[in-house]
T-cell receptor, first 114, second 110 residues
Framework: EAQVTQNPRYLITVTGKKLTVTCSQN?????MSWYRQDPGLGLRQIYY???????DKGDVPEGYKVSRKEKRNFPLILESPSPNQTSLYFC?????????????FGPGTRLTVL | GEDVEQSLFLSVREGDSSVINCTYT??????LYWYKQEPGAGLQLLTY?????DMKQDQRLTVLLNKKDKHLSLRIADTQTGDSAIYFC??????????FGDGTTLTVKP
């Protein structure tokens, strides 16, 4: 089944404790992206990747890192999480860029930073 | 910067049509999308329209695009309770970047 998976789905952590949210897609998509969803702010793009070893900042990259060492995986890294990073995070992928192709979204990861 | 705006709430009766509206600011948008998010779930692509189109119809869904006014709408015919969800409008213009609206919560009453 073609899908985008994220792990964990739910996470509660404390300020400053490094964490990684994994994202994996099995559709051989070149483009992958991370978003956060906050009440009243909609979805905002954090980082995106056009292909392996190519990553770019979205609208809200501060406090996050990503890597794209292989095509199927695009982990989101929070080196020192803070409470303002409490949010619902979505990973998405598409074969081409959003200009030429439509994105498929993962189920979301709800992160709480205490 | 670019903004995508939507009204936050819409309530309709089952069987009526729903119209969800969206405005965007960047006239260079190439694709405009509608996504649906059900409670506790991720985003599901409903439909999209190229910026050189005025209308697209897909079963119960009709998308209208007014480029002059930078206005996008999604019409759902014969709305059902299963259509209750949050609907997001989104646009893409730069390679790789997408901008989403805040979402419209559609409530369908029996």
């Amino acid at each position: 089944e073609a899908q985008v998976t994220q792990n964990p789905r739910y996470l509660i952590t404390v300020t400053g404790k490094k964490l990684t949210v994994t994202c994996s897609q099995n559709m051989n998509h070149e483009y992958m992206s991370w978003y956060r969803q906050d009440p009243g702010l909609g979805l905002r793009q954090i980082y995106y990747s056009m292909n392996v070893e190519v990553t770019d900042k979205g609208d809200v990259p501060e406090g996050y890192k990503v890597s794209r060492k292989e095509k199927r995986n695009f982990p989101l890294i929070l080196e020192s999480p803070s409470p303002n990073q409490t949010s619902l995070y979505f990973c998405a992928s598409s074969f081409g860029t959003p200009i030429t192709d439509t994105q498929y979204f993962g189920p979301g990861t709800r992160l709480t930073v205490l | 910067g670019e903004d995508v705006e939507q009204s936050l709430f819409l309530s309709v009766r089952e069987g009526d049509s729903s119209v969800i509206n969206c405005t965007y600011t960047d006239s260079s948008s190439t694709y405009l999308y509608w996504y649906k998010q059900e409670p506790g779930a991720g985003l599901q692509l409903l439909t999209y329209i190229f910026s050189n189109m005025d209308m697209k119809q897909d079963q119960r869904l009709t998308v209208l695009l007014n480029k002059k006014d930078k206005h996008l709408s999604l019409r759902i015919a014969d709305t059902q309770t299963g259509d209750s969800a949050i609907y997001f409008c989104a646009e893409s213009m730069d390679a790789g970047k997408s901008t989403f609206g805040d979402g419209t919560t559609l409530t369908v009453k029996p």
